[in-house]
């Protein structure tokens, strides 16, 4: 089994965060989601899996306060502080495998950009989605991303698992409601095209 630690680390060590395959100068969908969901600026959100993204970047610019960035690399989440400079002390950094996050805190929203899709073994979903459950407030939203059907197989050497509105709703089971699906043709920075699907649920009061 591959130490995901260590390969993102060396995904990292050996690219510049331009220039691996799913970064985006700006993240239009998400963005746009999260504008969707009608949170106030002060409210919590978690980008998972954000460490080299630069949707931290623009939740800043557009006024939102209360940030979190979980990533399992560290050399990722070092190039956004870099990147962000004095604004960094306003974010809250969290290093961890997503598997078993422990939340100091819930959110109103939980981002997750092409994490989920590269658990390919049950386990490791089921554990995903009890750290979700966990940390996501009852009447919070969840928006998604993955793969879709069609898209690619694989990504950074990776084996990776495509999903559509059936497979995902069955994965999170009865205490999400799906809001919205999104498609997204998403260019590469090498020009290639990569199929995305973008979710977006509320996950249901108790």
């Given at each position: 089994?591959?130490d995901?630690?260590?390969?993102?680390?060396?995904i990292?060590?050996g690219?510049?965060?331009?220039?691996v395959?799913?970064?985006?100068?700006e993240p239009?969908?998400?963005?746009d989601?999260?504008r969707?969901?009608?949170?106030?600026?002060?409210?919590?959100i978690?980008?998972?899996?954000?460490?080299?993204?630069?949707l931290v970047?623009y939740?800043?610019?557009g006024g939102y306060?209360?940030?979190?960035v979980?990533?399992?690399?560290?050399?990722?989440?070092?190039?956004?502080?870099?990147r962000l400079?004095e604004?960094?002390?306003?974010?809250?950094?969290?290093?961890?495998?997503?598997?078993?996050?422990?939340?100091?805190?819930?959110?109103s929203?939980w981002?997750?950009r092409?994490v989920f899709?590269f658990?390919?073994?049950s386990?490791?979903?089921?554990?995903?989605?009890e750290?979700?459950?966990?940390s996501?407030?009852p009447?919070?939203?969840?928006?998604?991303?993955?793969?879709?059907v069609g898209?690619?197989?694989?990504c950074?050497?990776?084996?990776?698992?495509?999903?559509?509105?059936?497979?995902?709703?069955?994965?999170?089971?009865?205490?999400?409601?799906?809001?919205?699906?999104?498609d997204?043709?998403?260019?590469t920075?090498?020009?290639?095209?990569?199929?995305?699907?973008?979710?977006?649920?509320?996950?249901?009061?108790q």
């Open positions: 089994m591959t995901r630690k260590s390969h993102w680390e060396n990292y060590q690219k510049a965060s331009n220039d395959s799913w970064y985006q100068k239009i969908l998400s963005l989601l999260i969707v969901t009608r949170i106030v600026k002060d409210e919590p978690i980008d998972a899996g954000g460490g080299a993204s630069l970047d939740l800043c610019r306060t209360n940030l979190s979980l990533d399992i690399s560290g050399k990722a989440l070092a190039s956004t502080k870099e400079a604004l960094s002390s306003q974010i809250t950094w969290h290093e961890a495998d997503i598997t078993n996050f422990v939340a100091p805190q819930t959110y929203v981002h997750d092409a899709h658990l390919t073994e386990v490791d979903r089921r554990k995903y989605i750290v979700l459950n966990r996501l407030k009447g919070g939203h969840l928006i998604i991303a993955a793969f879709a898209g690619p197989e694989k950074s050497g990776l084996d990776i698992v495509q999903y559509d509105v059936d497979k995902i709703s069955r994965e999170l089971g009865k205490g999400f409601q799906l809001q919205e699906v999104r997204e043709i998403h260019m920075p090498a020009d290639k095209e990569q199929k995305f699907i973008y979710f977006r649920f509320t996950r249901q009061s």
